[in-house]
Nanobody
Framework: QVQLVESGGGLVQAGGSLRLSCVAS????????MGWFRQIPGKDRQFVAA????????QFADSVKGRFTISKDNAKNTVYLQMNSLKPEDTAVYYC????????????????????WGQGTQVTVSS
């Protein structure tokens, strides 16, 4: 079991930046691939970014490529989502997720592939 706690959300103007953090409990964080997803009311949860267990491989949704980066610090049990050049359409609740995996290089973009989820943090981008 792993518990995930997100932080760093808030209100920002278009063009601004935010960094989300997700801290995981437990001593096996290095065995998890991590992902960030987002959701707006009435819509399905959408993939944003993913990072492999090792932290060396990444994947991004087309809508955030070139603006968002993801990083994984196994020593701190933390995954980050750096969001730059934010747009109003980035407004959503952002969730981090963990997938237990034996693969050190795999990354995952589908909601159903993840075992554990955080409670979410609200990001609001004003125009």
């Amino acid at each position: 079991q792993v518990q995930l706690v997100e932080s760093g959300g808030g209100l920002v103007q278009a063009g601004g930046s935010l960094r989300l953090s997700c801290v995981a409990s437990g001593r096996t964080f290095s065995t998890y691939a991590m992902g960030w997803f987002r959701q707006i009311p009435g819509k399905d949860r959408q993939f944003v970014a993913a990072v492999s267990r090792s932290g060396d491989n990444e994947q991004f949704a087309d809508s955030v490529k070139g603006r968002f980066t993801i990083s994984k610090d196994n020593a701190k049990n933390t995954v980050y989502l750096q969001m730059n050049s934010l747009k109003p359409e980035d407004t959503a609740v952002y969730y981090c997720a963990a997938k237990s995996t034996l693969s050190s290089v795999g990354y995952y973009s589908i909601v159903g592939q993840y075992n554990f989820w955080g409670q979410g943090t609200q990001v609001t981008v004003s125009s």
